[in-house]
């Protein structure tokens, strides 16, 4: 490990094949932790298949936005975007997550304050909550692998970024299901951050020989503008390049670092654990080294830090947009069907 190299940046590094002789060792200690957890994935997707786990029925349509890496694929945005749209067409839905991350259900309330959000740790307990509260559609964030709870629809989201050649399962890669279970969805959305126009199609083109009988959808989701993460606070003028103190608790901050990079910043980044719960030192001690710098953030790390610093900080978060290039008509067709199938 490099001087000034943090355990989870090797760690994200050894995963693409890039850790060396050390990587190449622990490959081989790895390998038969990673036999275990695909051998327990197997059995426990044969099981749901054979319907031998059964998946509990919420009393309303279910929509699951899922991935089979580690983070860093865009469910928050996307599953935001149709929430939305959702709503637009006339429904009543909700967003229901783990709750493991308090930023995300903060996010999703920001993203629609007029769209309900329920976390439990049962996913079919929120369900039920949304139900209760007279919603008439679940939007489950983050629910691929929680076969638990029954959907109408899989909308599963492949990252252009993290599309690796070494499409190794957990602990020695990032992917937690194999390529191969992208055939349990209808709807494979190609989400790239960082990544151009080229790539993606290359990527949608690899998904479609995957999953024949889904509809791949391509997005982008769009660095759009910066704004104060103090909200009306004035933080000072909005930069516009120059030396930025980049903040990310993210599974995957390169993404986040090249949007801003494009934009003609000059990036120090800070990276954290995906989720992290910074703390007031933490918080304080960014400020000391951004100095005369202003720091930038994603909105999931502008829930939590503007609590902790001051209202006068030049802070920034990034905003995002789903921009879709391809097949949003087919992920249209899609929620109506899996909402109509449940009603009529």
């Not at 191969?180 to 990527?203: F, N, W, Y």
């Not at 901050?253 to 801003?260: H, M, V």
């Not at 703390?279 to 202003?294: C, H, I, M, V």
Request: glycine residues 10%.
């Amino acid at each position: 490990m490099g001087a000034g190299v943090s355990a989870r940046e090797w760690v994200t590094r050894w995963w693409a094949g890039e850790g060396g002789v050390p990587g190449r060792v622990l490959d081989v200690a790895a390998a038969p932790a990673e036999l275990l957890f695909r051998g327990g994935v197997a059995a426990r997707t044969l099981a749901y298949d054979r319907g031998w786990f059964a998946a509990e029925r919420a009393p309303v349509p279910v929509v699951s936005v899922g991935n089979i890496g580690v983070g860093g694929a865009g469910k928050t945005p996307v599953s935001a975007w149709i929430a939305a749209r959702l709503r637009e067409g006339g429904h009543r839905p909700a967003i229901a997550l783990r709750g493991y991350g308090a930023d995300e259900v903060q996010v999703h309330r920001e993203l629609n304050p007029d769209v309900p959000v329920f976390a439990a740790a049962r996913r079919i307990d929120a369900a039920r909550e949304a139900a209760a509260d007279g919603r008439d559609v679940v939007v489950l964030d983050d629910g691929f692998q929680h076969r638990a709870l029954a959907r109408e629809l899989d909308v599963v989201l492949v990252p252009v970024e993290g599309w690796s050649a070494r499409r190794r399962l957990l602990p020695r890669g990032p992917w937690r299901e194999s390529a191969g279970a992208l055939r349990r969805a209808r709807v494979v959305v190609v989400t790239r951050k960082s990544a151009d126009t080229e790539a993606g199609e290359r990527v949608a083109r690899e998904v479609r020989a995957l999953a024949p009988a889904a509809a791949v959808v391509e997005c982008w989701i769009a660095p759009t503008e910066l704004v104060p993460i103090h909200g009306e606070a004035d933080p000072g003028p909005e930069p516009r390049g120059g030396a930025v103190l980049a903040v990310a608790a993210l599974a995957d901050p390169a993404p986040f670092a090249a949007n801003l990079r494009a934009r003609g910043f000059e990036v120090e980044l800070a990276a954290f654990p995906d989720h992290h719960a910074f703390t007031p030192d933490e918080a304080a001690a960014l400020a000391r080294r951004a100095g005369d710098r202003p720091i930038v953030m994603t909105h999931k790390d502008a829930v939590k830090l503007r609590l902790l610093l001051p209202s006068t900080s030049p802070a920034w978060m990034l905003r995002q947009a789903v921009r879709f290039t391809s097949g949003e008509d087919a992920l249209e067709r899609a929620l109506r069907e899996a909402v109509r199938g449940r009603s009529s």
